[in-house]
């Protein structure tokens, strides 16, 4: 089963792009349609937001008035969380029981409004942003739904701006073009990625490139691993363990294979045997199979054993690395990392070898392999940088 967030501002075309997923074949969860269920006549949703508003709220029939409740709280921030305190808890619960009822091969979209402002997007495999222009926006709200332009105005300023939509989304579809293009960059999106990346959680499949192709420095690597580190840190709860950005897309300015490697810091590899690889790979990352380890440095000590595990998302391949902490494999990489930022000599150096050896040996064990040699003797200037700065890791 696949677990896709679906959300965007009001007048944004959310609700389009919903339809269309579950016109393919998604289990759609529509979080607003759930809220006015837990707030229907005689429900005790609707009786505590009577106690906490007062009955302004309702209309001549006893229903909720949702026009007087939202001029309510979309004027008073601390209204606004008074309300999201008594519906979000019950929304949740629904939405889990609709969850349960679907099919085990299922994809899963969860349609929710302010799925960015209460911080949900961690717990989805895969978070959708649906965007328009604030203008755009504007026209749609005043012709569909005869909102005057000031309370247009302040719905649009409650709700998350797009910079911050844009910073959890996975994936953003702009609509500021026609239906038909949205279609069409909705049926993409399912065929794709969402079809493949459910089929690779459920067979627990992790997407391995076999072919190196290097890729210029892209300034959203960090907030690519922000997204990434963010689901490790959810799906293995309550375990606090700590959690790295390492490798060339973690150095800036490196070209690199467009691979996001993450450093899971581990007790020790009979821990991440454990439940923590059913976690993990629950989440969309599943682990690698094989035997898997670290050259050491310098070579021809015994091997640094690891685990690997790697991301189901066809879209964003990943390599997670579980290395017990204070291991030297562990130190290592967090020793490289910090010296090639801090040294643009050497980082200059590293991405000419990349690059030549990218041209040379384009598949992936030949790659790595042959950087070893200027790993074995970057590793003496890093370990002096290290004594020299007190570099700890």
Do not use: C
């Amino acid at each position: 089963m696949l677990m896709m967030g679906l959300t965007g501002g009001i007048a944004s075309g959310k609700s389009a792009v919903a339809a269309r997923l579950a016109a393919l074949g998604a289990v759609l969860i529509d979080s607003d349609r759930i809220a006015r269920e837990v707030v229907a006549p005689g429900s005790e949703g609707l009786a505590e937001i009577v106690a906490a508003f007062s009955d302004r709220v309702l209309g001549p029939d006893g229903a909720l008035d949702r026009a007087a409740l939202g001029a309510v709280v979309f004027a008073d921030e601390s209204a606004r969380h008074r309300l999201e305190a008594i519906t979000h808890p019950r929304v949740r619960a629904r939405s889990a029981e609709l969850v349960a009822a679907a099919a085990p091969d299922a994809v899963v979209v969860n349609d929710v409004p302010l799925l960015v402002e209460v911080g949900l997007a961690p717990t989805y495999h895969l978070v959708v942003v649906v965007q328009a222009e604030v203008s755009t926006r504007l026209t749609r709200l005043a012709r569909d739904r005869g909102m005057e332009r000031a309370d247009a105005e302040r719905r649009i300023a409650a709700q998350a701006d797009d910079a911050r939509r844009r910073a959890a989304a996975d994936v953003v579809l702009s609509n500021d073009g026609t239906l038909d293009e949205l279609h069409a960059a909705v049926d993409r999106l399912w065929r794709d990625r969402l079809l493949p990346y459910e089929a690779n959680v459920r067979d627990r499949r992790a997407v391995r490139p076999e072919r190196v192709r290097l890729t210029e420095p892209d300034p959203t690597w960090p907030q690519q691993y922000g997204r990434l580190a963010a689901r490790i840190r959810h799906a293995i709860a309550p375990a606090d363990l700590r959690i790295d950005h390492i490798g060339s897309t973690a150095v800036s300015g490196l070209a690199a294979k467009d691979v996001i490697d993450v450093q899971l810091t581990v007790p020790s590899l009979a821990e991440a045997d454990g439940p923590l690889a059913d976690r993990l790979a629950t989440a969309g990352f599943p682990r690698v199979p094989g035997q898997w380890w670290d050259n050491p440095r310098p070579a021809g000590s015994d091997r640094w054993e690891k685990r690997l595990h790697g991301s189901a998302d066809p879209g964003r391949p990943v390599n997670l690395h579980l290395r017990p902490e204070g291991s030297p494999g562990w130190r290592y990489a967090l020793l490289m990392r910090d010296h090639l930022r801090a040294d643009p000599n050497q980082r200059a150096a590293y991405l000419a070898l990349k690059r030549e050896l990218a041209a040379s040996a384009p598949d992936t064990v030949t790659y790595t392999t042959a950087k070893d040699p200027w790993f074995d003797e970057e590793h003496h200037r890093a370990e002096e940088w290290a004594a020299q700065t007190g570099w700890r890791p």
